[in-house]
């Protein structure tokens, strides 16, 4: 099982961030994506990648939460980056709109660079979308050039969004511990999106599947992740993992012999 979309490199793990990462792989956790969120996550994240280079990838971006007043000066630094190390993809970026309408347009203007980015570096894209689906929409209708693929991340959005989202591009959905979530609309919505454009994601510390709701989230709690989605599809759980780390290899272009197969523990996770 490949975790998509984690952030293991910030300061909540710093006290065991060793051990978090060597409980991911008992429990059948084969490899991690790593996105970035702003200048001052980059030597972590980068850290990180460089301690389990085969284990984890690296996606670089400004994440829209994180747009100022200084955007152009951190788009310039985030840039320079490309040439400089290794990513998978551009990301996270995106719209969200949720904690604060201020910056709305500079996160378009933004969403839009990056997006440029991708596409003339034919890297696949890490979208978060809070709140901003229509504003997202906008940036792509007005888009100059062909769309780059890529991922919906921490996707909440109802099967019409799906719908929606589709006649931009064929996008994969990233499905993380909201699906466990009693009232969560996911579980209706997976059907929707169907398996093969399904990726597993933790968000890790955030959103902890149940029955660790509450508390810090990490690559661990993949499998319950899996274990709804299978649920929910009438999927057995090796099928998901199969389906989905497929998915996460053709969009990201990961290399089979960089993703490390672990046995999954019967007593994992707790």
Not at 87 to 113: C, H, M, P, S
Not at 120 to 149: K, Q
Not at 261 to 267: H, R, V
């Amino acid at each position: 099982m490949i975790d998509t979309h984690t952030h293991i490199y910030l300061e909540e793990f710093d006290t065991d961030r060793d051990e978090v990462m060597a409980r991911a792989k008992e429990c059948g956790v084969s490899h991690l994506v790593l996105p970035n969120v702003d200048l001052t996550t980059i030597e972590p994240m980068h850290s990180l990648h460089d301690n389990y280079p085969e284990y984890t990838s690296m996606a670089m971006g400004l994440h829209p939460t994180e747009v100022n007043a200084g955007y152009k000066e951190n788009l310039t630094e985030i840039e320079h980056w490309f040439g400089v190390r290794e990513y998978i993809a551009v990301g996270e970026i995106g719209i969200d709109l949720y904690w604060d309408k201020t910056y709305r347009n500079e996160q378009k203007e933004v969403f839009d660079i990056q997006l440029h980015w991708a596409s003339d570096m034919n890297l696949p894209v890490i979208i978060h979308c809070r709140e901003g689906l229509d504003t997202i929409l906008e940036v792509f209708d007005e888009f100059s050039g062909e769309l780059p693929c890529g991922v919906f991340h921490s996707f909440t959005g109802t099967a019409e969004d799906v719908q929606r989202i589709r006649r931009y591009g064929d996008f994969y959905f990233g499905i993380n511990g909201i699906v466990t979530f009693k009232k969560s609309q996911i579980p209706e919505v997976l059907p929707e999106i169907g398996i093969d454009r399904i990726l597993l994601e933790t968000d890790s510390p955030y959103l902890a599947p149940v029955p660790n709701r509450g508390k810090r989230n990490e690559s661990a709690n993949i499998p319950h992740i899996c274990r709804s989605i299978a649920v929910h599809l009438g999927l057995c759980e090796k099928d998901v993992s199969i389906f989905t780390d497929r998915n996460a290899e053709h969009l990201f272009c990961l290399s089979r012999n960089l993703l490390k197969t672990n046995q999954n523990s019967e007593t994992c996770p707790k």
